[in-house]
């Protein structure tokens, strides 16, 4: 089976057990189940990376789809968990932040890399700049409706 059509299956799991509500907790071993992971009880390194690789791509794949419908998937110590409505904005301050960081890295890099014809700062700059503007713009106008 593909990775794919794992992660929908995993999707269509977690639905059908009710455990993409608003509040709902999910174990991890549902998670591996769904998937088919069995951790083995002894193995490389390798095999366990690879194992959880799967899992981040899964629940990755997961996050992605309830962020359509306005619900954030976040990780726990024992597995994940939908956030509350009213614990969103707490993660919507945390994806602006690191946009706002990795904007402000490009401007830096930008600003100290040598002049070349390939490379024109002014544009970049602008580019940064409006970039952070429509980042904002976009996200005052959402929390206002």
């Known amino acids: 089976m593909s990775k794919r059509r794992a992660f929908k299956d995993l999707l269509r799991t977690l639905a059908d057990a009710g455990l993409l509500e608003f509040g709902s907790v999910i174990p ?3 998670v591996h189940q769904a998937l088919g992971i069995a951790m083995p009880a002894i193995g490389t390194r390798a095999q366990f990376e690879e ?3 799967m899992e981040l791509a899964a629940i990755d794949y997961c996050r992605s789809h309830l962020l359509d419908v306005g619900k954030y998937l976040a990780g726990t110590g024992t597995g994940y968990r939908v956030l ?3 614990e969103n904005q707490k993660q919507i301050e945390l994806y ?5 960081k990795k904007l402000g890295r490009a401007l ?6 040598p002049a070349t014809a390939a490379l024109n ?3 970049v700059e602008a580019r940064i700049h409006m970039k952070r503007q429509h980042t904002r713009h976009r ?3 959402e929390l206002r409706t």
């Open 51 to 53: 194992l959880a690789l």
């Open 139 to 141: 996200a005052g106008a």
């Open 84 to 86: 509350l409505p009213s």
């Open 96 to 100: 602006m932040s690191s946009a706002d």
């Open 108 to 113: 830096k890099l930008s600003k100290n890399s």
């Open 121 to 123: 700062h002014n544009q």
């Open 28 to 30: 991890r071993d549902v």
